[in-house]
């Protein structure tokens, strides 16, 4: 732990390594994870007496790399959407005003899809299409 101490650029990178990932926990972007990555291979660097060019191109080398495979790994929203084990389901429609269907044991809101020429009636089975907030869209 001594030479740890006296080595003053590894225990910058270190520190700063700290602070990244403090906030990452605050932020849970995961894009800080990356960059307090960068300074980790730029504090192991310092730790072994490596140049000051050395430490900062394996701080950037290591944060784009770690950037750029989180930003592949995205899941746009409509992804999610897409992959909805709901939609598809069949719902029985409860009430037309509000309209409200009933859907897994519970009675909710629901909204006509846009493209639906159906009129719901009381008792009818529709299927879901999609959510809208906190509504299914039925058709």
Known sequence: MESLLSNIPAVIWLSLTGALLIGEIFSGTLYLLALSL??????????????????????????????????????????????????????????????????????????????STITPEVGGILHIHSKHANSLVVG
């Open 38 to 115: 960068g300074t980790l291979a730029a504090g192991a660097l310092a730790y072994n007496i490596s140049s000051l060019t050395q430490q900062l191109v394996a701080a950037i080398l290591v944060s784009s790399i770690a950037t750029f495979v989180i930003w592949l790994n995205r899941r746009p929203d409509s992804a999610v959407e897409n992959n909805d084990p709901d939609v598809g389901q069949a719902v029985s429609v409860v009430a037309r005003e509000p309209f409200t269907v009933h859907y897994r044991g519970a009675d909710w809101q629901a909204e006509l899809s846009a493209t």
